[in-house]
């Protein structure tokens, strides 16, 4: 695997910092690519030398999010649920100002959607119909059930500013699931 230019990365990187702060200023179909360049210090020609446009941008960053997310879930397979959510809780915590402006603010409905996908697909593993506390119940309508509670818990954390520590809702989040699952 080749080695990335440090320039490239950090210009990437101040990129999507920028794409993030004007989120918190102004709604995403307002943002410019002029507006872009202007906050993060690079030309428009850096821009479109990473980035198809500002779709790509924060397209781009949304999957990087959810990657990790992902490799967090992998992580902790053989965890049970309090100690899995608190590693999630703590990468929410570490990347509050993204999952801020994705969760708490009407800026990118895509991403919760892309969120709640995510978590559907990782539900789906733990879903068991056949015994317990499911048995006979619809696996797609648990698993809707299950993911639509966590990502709605998720965005409370966020609209409400943390109202709780990310360990206080990693515990509690997964009690949940695990009553639930």
């Known amino acids: 695997m080749s080695k990335v230019d440090r320039r490239i990365l950090k210009s990437q990187e101040v990129l999507k910092k920028a794409v993030i702060e004007l989120m918190s200023e102004k709604n995403f179909d307002d943002i410019t690519i002029q507006d872009l360049s202007d906050k993060a210090n690079v030309s428009r020609g850096t821009i479109y030398l990473h980035y198809q446009d500002k779709y790509d941008l924060l397209d ?3 999957e990087e999010h959810i990657e990790v997310l992902r490799v ?14 608190l590693k999630w809780t703590e990468y929410f915590d570490n990347h509050y100002s993204f999952f801020s402006m994705m969760l708490a603010s009407k800026g990118a409905p895509y991403f919760r959607n892309r969120f709640l996908t995510f978590l559907q697909k990782e539900f789906r593993h733990e879903v068991n119909v056949t015994e317990g506390i499911n048995h006979g119940l619809n696996e797609e309508v648990i698993i809707s059930f299950v993911a639509s509670a966590y990502a709605g818990v998720v965005e409370w954390w966020f609209k409400n500013e943390k109202p709780v520590t990310h360990q206080i809702l990693a515990e509690q989040l997964g009690t949940l699931l695990e009553r639930n699952l």
């Open 72 to 85: 967090l879930c992998e992580s902790a397979a053989e965890l049970d649920f309090i100690e899995a959510t």
């Open 60 to 62: 781009k960053l949304i």
